[in-house]
């Protein structure tokens, strides 16, 4: 065990020659001499025949060496080291500032950077019509309540305050901002980016409470077009030529969805069977438990409007030849032309092209009609009297409207043609839509004669 020293004050250790010595006041406490000078203060403590060593740099005072050197001992006498409360020190300083910095990217980490960095992420995935609804959900909706504040700051009253506004007035437009905070916080939950360990932004969860007394309309309906009024407006369709009137005619022909006409390629169409096969990445569902039926069956007419368009390019419709021919025309570009053609009836009997049963609820006004709208006038029609003792038009029907499940077995045959009830009351459509019409008088039939 080292010797106990009486404490030399500065001077005697100054005045020590070179060499070790033992300075007094703390036990084990040397200083080390070379040249005259201090180099090194050390303490020594020993205990079953091991020796513990903590060395002090000279520019310490004797005082300060002291006071260090007894805390130290202490450390030692208890069963610990300096070393070792050293090492947890730089550890736990070490640990504050990994906190501080998480706290802070926390903040930075706001719900407007989770959400784009979600939308950029999945933007291969959804169509650009989807994408670009996202970043409008983002924009008008959540950003101005939620945008910049840190996604672990995020409450579920929060995301109610960026809903509530527009749950009621604007269900579609809310359903969009809501699907979309889902998302983001699910991502944001998956990449580790918050603390949050379940999604505030969930209807099955608290927020479904503080929603549910708003109590939201029943869905509406897509405005339509009675049946009765289908040849009036095909009259004026056919009178204003463009990409996007053509696309509308085809998709009334057909009852196709917008999407399902606005993608067609001209690959998907066998003129010689008359088949339209639809890929399954233009449906409306990509669900793979209720995969549908994809083929159509054409009209007469179907077939004879796609001989007398210019194949220009792989689509079918193109949005303008100067943008290039895989540009497909917009999700807005039918919807446009019935906008237009609407003004220009409003002007000649004051009513345009509304549904007689659909109302806008803010204003009480009749609703214009949708090129979505078409489906539901071509139903409306097959459910009529001259068809409502035929149940095999009725299930033809649905097959057009690719409403049925796929069956492999009938779609073998359905993809050659072979479908005699969907033919026959496609057929019956044309027939019905095209009464009275003489399209050798509109392009395309005129300019390619």
Not at 270 to 293: C, M, S, Y
Not at 362 to 372: D, L, M, N, S
Not at 422 to 441: M, P, R
Request: proline share 5%.
């Amino acid at each position: 065990m080292p010797r106990i020293k009486k404490a030399l004050t500065v001077k005697e250790v100054n005045a020590l020659p070179d060499g070790r010595h033992a300075v007094g006041g703390v036990k084990g406490l040397t200083v080390e001499k070379r040249d005259g000078k201090i180099t090194r203060y050390r303490l020594r403590y020993s205990k079953g025949g091991s020796e513990r060593v903590t060395t002090y740099l000279s520019t310490y005072t004797l005082s300060e060496v002291r006071k260090k050197a007894a805390a130290d001992l202490a450390l030692y006498e208890s069963g610990t080291s300096p070393q070792e409360v050293r090492a947890k020190k730089k550890e736990e300083k070490a640990a504050e500032e990994r906190e501080a910095e998480k706290r802070a990217e926390s903040e930075r980490m706001t719900f407007s950077h989770c959400a784009k960095g979600f939308i950029s992420l999945y933007a291969q995935t959804v169509s650009k019509s989807a994408n670009k609804a996202r970043l409008v959900a983002l924009a008008k909706h959540l950003a101005p309540v939620l945008g910049d504040k840190p996604i672990d700051a995020i409450m579920v009253q929060d995301v109610a305050a960026a809903l509530e506004p527009i749950w009621v007035s604007k269900p579609n437009a809310a359903q969009k901002a809501y699907t979309l905070a889902h998302q983001v916080f699910n991502y944001a939950i998956a990449k580790e980016l918050t603390e949050l360990k379940s999604n505030p932004a969930d209807l099955n969860g608290p927020l479904g409470v503080l929603l549910k007394p708003l109590a939201r309309p029943p869905k509406e309906n897509y405005p339509s077009l009675p049946f009765a009024d289908i040849q009036a407006f095909i009259r004026d369709l056919l009178a204003t030529p463009s990409a996007s009137a053509y696309a509308l005619f085809f998709a009334i022909l057909t009852a196709s969805r917008n999407s399902e006409v606005r993608l067609a390629e001209w690959k998907e169409f066998d003129l010689d069977n008359g088949v339209w096969t639809i890929p399954e990445e233009h449906q409306k569902t990509k669900d793979k438990a209720f995969e549908r039926n994809r083929t159509k069956v054409l009209s007469a007419q179907a077939i004879d409007f796609l001989k007398h368009l210019p194949r220009i390019g792989p689509l079918v419709f193109i949005k303008r030849q100067d943008v290039g021919l895989n540009e497909p025309l917009s999700d807005m570009a039918m919807t446009g032309v019935i906008k237009a053609l609407h003004e220009k009836k409003i002007q000649k009997d004051g009513l345009g092209w509304i549904d007689p049963n659909s109302i806008k609820r803010e204003t009480g006004e009749k609703r214009r009609v949708t090129p979505h709208g078409f489906r539901a006038t071509f139903r409306s029609w097959v459910e009529s009297e001259e068809w409502k003792n035929y149940p095999k038009a009725q299930e033809a029907a649905e097959r057009m409207l690719l409403h049925e499940k796929k069956d492999n077995l009938n779609g073998a045959y359905r993809r050659y043609g072979y479908d005699p009830e969907q033919k026959e009351v496609a057929q019956a459509w044309a027939d019905y839509c095209l009464k009275g019409i003489d399209l050798s008088d509109y392009s395309p039939w005129r300019r390619c004669e």
